[in-house]
DNA sequence: TTGATTTTTTAGATTTCGTCTAAAATTATT
DNA sequence: AATAATTTTAGACGAAATCTAAAAAATCAA
């Protein structure tokens, strides 16, 4: 385990991402204010294997840039279609019930839901 | 409507695109068989307002470039996870469950199923 | 229809996000 | 300690999509 991951991880646990999504460029500029000199390229390699440890999970976001999160469990997000913000959402049973549905062994998900969320809803 | 426009629609309508899924650039080539100086940036603009109107859908992949498919009905996606081929599949009452679950209006929703094909299972 | 207004198209530049490269540094192995 | 393997680094590079400003086309109003 090299400095640079370890940081990395230990950023994503820490306050500074509970149940944040943070895009890897917040992430390299958070990464800096302990190690300036660490590379782009050294967090992008990373989240990466991060994310292939089962570690952090990707949101491959619709518009701007992808966003991790730090939470294990897999889960749904809510989306709102006017401010673009991010809300987690536990859907207990989503996974089997796409297995059955499938008739295949699904090993897991992403699930966007498109919203508008109550502030955005108020302020139109 | 315009001349590019109404093309558009017709590549989507025709079998070029039945059960497929496309990326811009593709549709920018089998565009251009018809219409040769059709624009690059015409295809977008208009993948863009087609989308707003719910005629087609955008289907934001995980490496590659963004792919659209033409069906109206809301449905998931089946991606393998190790030739990358993108499956439909029907999901009769997830967007139901998903209003009473996130106890909000939701509009619409993207799922992405990961799992790894029958041939690539096979082939491993 | 004619002229004015709005919208769309076009070509290419630009931006954004992420990956790649090759050398240097670090870490692991023998 | 010497060797091998992995990771980091800086910056170049690439793909995808958006932006720009001028031209063209479509729409609207009289």
Redesign the pocket.
């Given at each position: 385990?090299?400095?640079?991951?370890a940081l990395l991880l230990s950023i994503f646990r820490s306050e500074l991402c509970k149940g944040q999504h943070r895009?890897?460029?917040e992430l390299l500029l958070l990464a800096r204010e302990k190690?300036p000199?660490?590379?782009?390229?050294?967090?992008?390699?990373?989240?990466?294997?991060m994310e292939e440890e089962g570690l952090i999970r990707k949101i491959?976001?619709d518009?701007?840039?992808?966003v991790y999160d730090s939470s294990f469990e897999l889960h749904g997000h809510l989306i709102c279609t006017s401010c673009h913000a991010i809300k987690d959402i536990s859907v207990p049973t989503l996974l089997e019930d796409m297995k059955r549905i499938a008739g295949a062994d699904v090993d897991s998900y992403e699930l966007k839901l498109r919203y508008v969320c109550e502030n955005c809803r108020k302020t139109v």
């Open positions: 385990m090299t400095k640079q991951k895009t890897a460029d190690m000199g660490i590379s782009r390229a050294t967090v992008y390699n990373n989240l990466r294997s491959t976001a518009g701007g840039a992808d």
